[in-house]
């Protein structure tokens, strides 16, 4: 069921940036890692997003996207969620599903608080957050062999609260959020996914010759991207052509060619 809430966000996400202007279909690149635990070591499972300032386009290279709007975000999210949730459990969701719109009609919490800091301070803090373990051993206090004693501080206030439980207890609170084997708690959207990189799986299949020439031939189409903005090998149509073969000198096509240039010819 966890699947649930990182489908629903990367739906929420893409279809914001899509509604920017459907015929470029904006794609943001965005990076979601699942926390399953609060504070207090509670089952609270919820999603941490970093997404990208702006988004690719079909035609734009880049556009900028600072400012999002957290109610459609709030609304959106609740909507995505609780639909795949539904189609996960069945009809026997519905009532339940009826339930949270009505007592939740401001949608689900979205947490988007500005940035109050430089970018360098930001990314320690998140890259500590986000790889961080349930509960870091700096919280646990006191273990006398039967009782562990540990602290937080309360989400809602920030009050510094101490629990003291059994040794087994405390186990409990921790292993409940082990992942299931091969489920992957950190996961890539949008540009930054894997669908992305063709050129990785392109360069897994050609020789050390061909990287290279493979190389300056995106430089080349980059080049013309970020100078022009036009991109050689869109066609059209409206996709993307794709780079089947490569020819390199002294093949007989492209010798073919070379002469004619070499010689003034067209």
């Known amino acids: 069921m966890l699947g649930c809430l990182f489908h629903s966000v990367r739906d929420v996400l893409l279809r914001m940036f899509h509604k920017i202007n459907k015929t470029e279909n904006f794609t943001p690149g965005f990076i979601c ?7 207090s070591l509670q089952w609270n499972p919820h999603i941490h997003v970093l997404i990208s300032e702006g988004g690719v386009g079909n035609y734009t ?8 709007n957290y109610t459609l975000l709030r609304n959106s999210f609740r909507t995505a969620l609780l639909n795949n949730m539904e189609r996960k459990l069945g009809k026997s969701f519905k009532k ?26 930001v990314i320690k803090y998140i890259g500590r957050y986000l790889g961080r373990p349930v509960i870091a051993t700096s919280r646990i206090d006191i273990y006398d062999g039967n009782y562990v004693t540990f602290h937080y501080n309360r989400h809602e206030d920030n009050k510094l ?10 186990i409990k609170k921790l292993i409940i959020h082990i ?7 950190i996961r890539y959207y949008g540009v930054y996914a894997k669908h992305h990189k063709n050129s990785d799986k392109l360069f897994m299949s050609v020789s050390n010759k061909q990287k290279e020439f493979l190389k300056t031939f995106n430089n080349w189409r980059t080049s013309l991207l970020l100078s ?39």
């Open 33 to 39: 890692v699942l926390h399953t635990f609060g504070r």
């Open 61 to 68: 290279v880049w556009r900028p996207v600072k400012h999002f």
């Open 96 to 121: 339940t599903k009826a339930y949270i719109y009505k007592n939740c009609p401001n949608g689900f919490y979205v947490y988007a608080k500005p940035t109050l800091c430089d970018n360098k301070e």
């Open 161 to 170: 609260v101490i629990e003291k439980v059994h040794a087994t207890e405390f």
């Open 179 to 185: 992942p299931e084997k091969h489920f992957k708690m």
């Open 228 to 266: 022009f903005g036009y991109d050689p090998l869109w066609c059209d149509c409206g996709h993307s052509m794709s780079v089947l073969e490569i020819c390199h000198k002294g093949t007989p096509l492209i010798e073919k060619y070379r002469k004619l240039y070499e010689s003034g010819g067209t």
